[in-house]
């Protein structure tokens, strides 16, 4: 049995598991709402793993999905560019349905779907929006193969091509932060282009995914095209190492997601039945079923036990309210709820006090930000003169820089070497947020104690007044470790706004701390993009001292001893330059890092607003069970422990299918 044949199967016993769960509190003398536990059951048993593939147009991501899946259906160049969404589930049969935006269905074989909907050479060369108006209407298709990689609810998603085409990108970047793995596709031949750099800074960074897979394809056409084939993929290791390592996290780093493979060798001898191991592809896939099972899906288990523990735990406080409020009539108990509402309203005050905190905390974070960017570029302006002198610059010195397209020529490789340069200074930026931010979510939560502890205190207070006595209730369990109300709110928070679905569940298997310190790093990504958006504008780094260098390009005349007079003249000329543009920005940089962190606050205090509304449907829950009620409150106790005994065997039995 595979991997991912074993973890199916306990995926689905964990799923039989949460209905026998949902199944013995339906039978509680009052009623508790099991409709999330059936939900996550279906969801286990859908155990539907998002797969989605990337890359630009040329990459050979065709011939890797090809390799992946087997190719038993698909032909070598089944896409030439894909136009519209297109996910490959398992099926017995081959077949194809095309999903519209109005609700139809059109069920084609692979051959018809191809014809139809797969663009042509003509059609990549068309307007786009020509292109996009003739596939806006469709949401996706679902091609069905019999492979055994899919057979386990792994869903291949392949997306239109990350080429110059606004509504193909659009619809490709749209799929990223739902996705449970991205396979970003390179090529070996233009490794790391200008847009798929662009792409890692502006789509990738700020999502702040960490289960991410860099295939790099052709690398068995190096040795044609350059006569150093070692040299050349040295050379791509180091820019990747550059590049894509601060989007992976994990002491392995880098080195366990990025593959250089012969795609193209993996599917020949995939379809001899032949070892991969030369081709370098069977290391890419090892990686993936490892996150698909030992990562993606241990963290799977655990939210589906915690999913368990949750309604545990309700069922215990129902059960507790219950027994404590027995000799309580209807009419006693309703009034006592109408002496509550001003308990309630405090509760509803406490919330406005986290949201004001919680404001000034952005309030500081935008100032702080701020500063700390501003002080980053005071170093940047210090070291471009330095950086100028030691950019690579060939050919740049002669009279030819006199002609227009001389200087059309210099302007474009300067250009693409200061907003390389610039570039990486703000990764180093990004790159120091994440302690900082760390940190200062640190003192939010010391800030917000004492409103966390007022609220426990007349939350509990409003218990021992419904129920007439002091009632010690379990407490319910919204994640896999018992918590004080401040951590389930920020709990909430940190996976509600800021994390994907992959890794919040992957956060939770290291626990609240864990997922904090996940947040951080993927809130820190999201402000100092933000920031510097707004900092930089359409221009880049690059233009805002590009107007002075390429000037000072004239002085060129003699070869590469004058860059000691660019050099100088160069540090002159910029002057403040950067520091004196971004002091004219400030305040729309602090309304972007305010932007940034809006969702964080709104989602700690509608996770405090969520702990008073669940409080009120329980009082509710237990004056319906009491109005409802036909048997005597001896009864009715022993009914609530048969249903309690039955939960924690079923409990136990699911802890030991998810652990």
Request: glycine share 6%.
């Amino acid at each position: 049995m595979s991997r991912l044949s074993e973890f199916a199967a306990r995926r689905i016993a964990a799923a039989e598991h949460l209905d026998a769960l949902a199944d013995a509190i339906d039978r509680a003398p009052a009623p508790i709402d099991t409709a999330p536990v059936r939900a996550a059951a279906e969801r286990a048993r859908a155990g539907r793993f998002h797969v989605v593939l990337v890359g630009a147009f040329s990459t050979g991501k065709s011939t890797l999905l090809n390799a992946l899946v087997g190719d038993a259906v698909l032909p070598a160049k089944v896409n030439p560019c894909t136009a519209i969404l297109t996910e490959l589930v398992h099926g017995e049969e081959p077949g194809v349905v095309v999903h519209h935006r109005d609700g139809r269905r059109e069920q084609l074989d692979v051959a018809g779907f191809l014809a139809a909907y797969q663009l042509s050479a003509d059609d990549v060369a068309a307007a786009g929006e020509e292109v996009a108006d003739r596939f806006g209407g469709i949401e996706r298709a679902v091609v069905s193969v019999p492979l055994e990689l899919l057979s386990q609810g792994v869903v291949l998603v392949d997306t239109p091509g990350l080429d110059d085409d606004p509504q193909r990108t659009a619809r490709t970047l749209a799929t990223l932060p739902e996705a449970d793995a991205v396979i970003v596709v390179l090529n070996a031949l233009r490794f790391l282009s200008e847009l798929e750099r662009r792409t890692v800074r502006e789509q990738l960074l700020p999502l702040g995914l960490t289960n991410l897979f860099f295939p790099v394809t052709m690398v068995d056409l190096l040795p044609h095209v350059t006569a150093d084939a070692d040299a050349a993929l040295t050379a791509i290791h180091e820019r990747a190492s550059d590049v894509l390592a601060p989007l992976v996290e994990g002491a392995d780093g880098l080195e366990d997601r990025f593959f250089p493979l012969d795609a193209r060798s993996a599917l020949r001898t995939r379809r001899a039945g032949e070892a991969l191991e030369p081709s370098g592809f069977a290391d890419f896939e090892e990686a993936l079923s490892t996150f698909l099972v030992e990562e993606r899906g241990a963290a799977q288990l655990a939210r589906l036990r915690a999913v368990a523990e949750y309604a545990r735990g309700e069922l215990a406080r129902q059960a507790e309210l219950d027994r404590v409020s027995a000799a309580a009539s209807v009419e006693q108990l309703l009034a006592r709820q109408e002496e509550l509402a001003p308990r309630f309203a405090e509760l509803e005050r406490l919330a406005g006090r986290v949201d004001r905190i919680v404001a000034h905390f952005v309030e500081r974070q935008q100032k702080r930000v701020w500063q700390d960017l501003r002080e980053h570029l005071v170093h940047c302006q210090e070291a471009l003169p330095d950086a100028v002198a030691e950019l690579d610059l060939p050919g740049l010195a002669g009279v030819e820089l006199l002609t227009p397209a001389g200087r059309a020529r210099a302007e474009a490789v300067l250009h693409t070497a200061l907003e390389g340069w610039f570039a990486a200074q703000m990764d180093a930026w990004r790159e120091s947020l994440r302690p900082k931010l760390e940190a200062s979510l640190a003192e939010l939560r010391v800030e917000l104690a004492a409103e966390a502890r007022t609220f426990d205190a007349v939350s509990e207070s409003i218990l021992e007044g419904f129920a007439g006595a002091r009632v010690e209730l379990p407490r319910a369990r919204s994640t896999p470790e018992d918590m004080d109300p401040l951590e389930r709110w920020f709990s909430v928070a940190v996976g509600a706004a800021l994390l994907s679905p992959g890794t919040i569940a992957a956060a939770w298997t290291d626990g609240y701390e864990g997922a904090l310190k996940g947040a951080a790093g993927r809130l820190g990504a999201r402000v100092a993009l933000l920031a510097a958006g707004a900092l930089l504008g359409p221009v880049g780094w690059a233009g805002l001292v590009l107007y002075a260098a390429v000037d000072l390009l004239l002085l060129l005349r003699t070869g590469g001893g004058q860059l000691r007079r660019l050099r100088r003249v160069f540090a002159e000329q910029v002057g403040g330059g950067l520091v004196a543009h971004a002091d004219a920005q400030r305040e729309v940089v602090e309304a972007q890092v305010a932007e940034a962190l809006q969702p964080l606050r709104k989602a700690i205090v509608a996770a405090a607003r969520a702990d008073a509304e669940e409080l009120s449907r329980l009082l509710e829950h237990t004056i319906a069970a009491r109005r409802e009620a036909a048997e005597d409150a001896e009864e009715r106790a022993e009914d609530w422990t048969a249903v309690e005994s039955t939960a924690d065997k079923v409990l136990a039995a699911l802890t030991g299918v998810c652990t």
